[in-house]
């Protein structure tokens, strides 16, 4: 969007519900300056450091001439409400509605200034709304929903006249079955140039990922993201073999980071072990790795530190321990 300043309008605009909003103009300089048009058509630049006993910010009569566009968006609840509903619900009944809908609305006006004063404010010519959801309440798994695909069919629905959306029943998404020899040499080059540590029993490392790599040391883990859909896909520093005792517990998401705590008895070599969910349990620290849209529904990150953990006190749920600390 580059700079810009900003304006507050006093003088009366054509409507009413903008007319407290603050608005964005490239027509003074961009220098991210506040300006005022004042109730009786002045366009005043106001100086907020200037330091004065009413604490309000002084204004400068710009005497500005010319025409000035300046504009805002404004999000409402549709009037009538647009409702969502899934597939089997009851579509008269509003109290099973998963969500509503807000409209966005785009406000663009030019104001003509002549030696100052301002003798005339239109509105611009409107955009098409846009619409989003202001909140989906989860679904079961049999009623997964692709948000993009959503939103194109909302767009359409709400031009159609259509106060409901009903939202297509959908089957819940398997697994991935992306392997290693799925990722490409270019990308898979990138990744044996980080490095990973582990503590397991003792520090190791720093390593690169190549001799993980080089040696089948390695697999990717599908990640579940609640139990709506499969969207993390990590590649892990352990052989394919230990997925079978593999146990999500907690994960958490972070800018491009994730935090994984799960248990894994075979990767401690406790699978007979009375207490082995307690003891063969693990902290992973991961990288996200941009994959350019090479793998659908996931996002692809790279183990960067693998550490053994202590899960849970022995009378305690290991989700018990990790969510007292989350929560």
Same mark, same amino acid.
């Given at each position: 969007?580059?700079?810009?300043?900003?304006?507050?309008?006093?003088?009366?605009?054509?409507?009413?519900?903008?007319?407290?909003?603050?608005?964005?103009?490239?027509?003074?300089?961009?220098?991210? $300056?506040?300006?005022?048009?004042?109730?009786?058509? *002045?366009?005043? =630049?106001?100086?907020?450091?200037?330091?004065?006993?009413?604490?309000?910010?002084?204004?400068?009569?710009?005497?500005?001439?010319?025409?000035?566009?300046?504009?805002?968006?404004?999000?409402?609840?549709?009037?009538?409400?647009?409702?969502?509903f899934s597939e089997d619900s009851d579509a008269n009944a509003p109290q099973q509605a998963q969500g509503k809908i807000v409209e966005?609305?785009?406000?663009?006006?030019?104001?003509?200034?002549?030696?100052?004063?301002?003798? $005339?404010?239109? =509105?611009?010519?409107?955009?098409?709304?846009?619409?989003?959801?202001?909140?989906?309440?989860?679904?079961?798994?049999? $009623?997964m929903v692709d948000i993009t695909t959503l939103s194109r069919g909302m767009i359409q629905n709400v031009r159609e006249g259509n106060r409901r959306i009903i939202l297509p029943k959908k089957k819940p998404k398997n697994?991935?079955?992306?392997?290693? %020899?799925?990722?490409?040499?270019?990308?898979?080059?990138?990744?044996?140039?980080?490095?990973?540590? *582990?503590?397991?029993?003792?520090?190791?490392?720093?390593?690169?990922?190549?001799?993980?790599?080089?040696?089948?040391?390695?697999?990717?883990?599908?990640?579940?993201?609640?139990?709506? %859909?499969?969207?993390?896909?990590?590649?892990?520093?352990?052989? %394919? =073999?230990?997925?079978?005792?593999? $146990?999500?517990?907690?994960?958490?998401?972070?800018?491009?980071?994730?935090?994984?705590?799960?248990?894994?008895?075979?990767? %401690?070599?406790?699978?007979?072990?009375?207490?082995? *969910? =307690?003891?063969?349990?693990?902290?992973?620290?991961?990288?996200?790795?941009?994959?350019?849209?090479?793998?659908?529904?996931?996002?692809?990150?790279?183990?960067?530190?693998?550490?053994?953990?202590?899960?849970?006190?022995?009378?305690?749920?290991?989700?018990?321990?990790?969510?007292?600390?989350? *929560?």
């Amino acid at each position: 969007m580059g700079f810009f300043d900003t304006i507050y309008c006093d003088y009366a605009l054509p409507n009413a519900e903008v007319q407290r909003e603050d608005f964005q103009t490239k027509d003074l300089g961009e220098n991210l $300056e506040t300006y005022r048009i004042t109730s009786d058509g *002045r366009l005043c =630049r106001e100086d907020s450091d200037v330091d004065n006993n009413e604490n309000t910010p002084s204004q400068q009569d710009v005497n500005f001439h010319g025409s000035l566009r300046f504009y805002t968006s404004l999000s409402l609840p549709c009037d009538p409400p647009i409702l969502i509903f899934s597939e089997d619900s009851d579509a008269n009944a509003p109290q099973q509605a998963q969500g509503k809908i807000v409209e966005s609305e785009w406000y663009e006006y030019q104001a003509t200034l002549i030696e100052g004063t301002l003798t $005339e404010i239109m =509105r611009v010519a409107q955009e098409p709304s846009s619409f989003h959801v202001t909140h989906l309440l989860d679904l079961p798994d049999s $009623e997964m929903v692709d948000i993009t695909t959503l939103s194109r069919g909302m767009i359409q629905n709400v031009r159609e006249g259509n106060r409901r959306i009903i939202l297509p029943k959908k089957k819940p998404k398997n697994p991935p079955s992306y392997t290693i %020899a799925d990722i490409p040499s270019e990308l898979l080059d990138k990744i044996k140039k980080l490095r990973l540590d *582990r503590f397991i029993e003792k520090h190791e490392g720093p390593w690169e990922w190549e001799s993980f790599l080089k040696y089948d040391d390695a697999c990717l883990v599908h990640l579940k993201a609640g139990s709506r %859909a499969y969207q993390y896909t990590v590649l892990m520093p352990f052989a %394919a =073999r230990h997925k079978a005792t593999f $146990e999500e517990v907690l994960c958490t998401e972070s800018s491009d980071m994730l935090t994984l705590f799960f248990v894994c008895p075979s990767l %401690a070599g406790m699978e007979g072990e009375k207490d082995n *969910r =307690r003891w063969g349990s693990f902290c992973a620290i991961c990288r996200e790795v941009p994959a350019y849209g090479l793998f659908e529904d996931t996002t692809l990150y790279v183990a960067i530190l693998l550490h053994e953990v202590y899960l849970s006190e022995p009378e305690m749920g290991d989700n018990w321990a990790f969510r007292q600390v989350f *929560r």
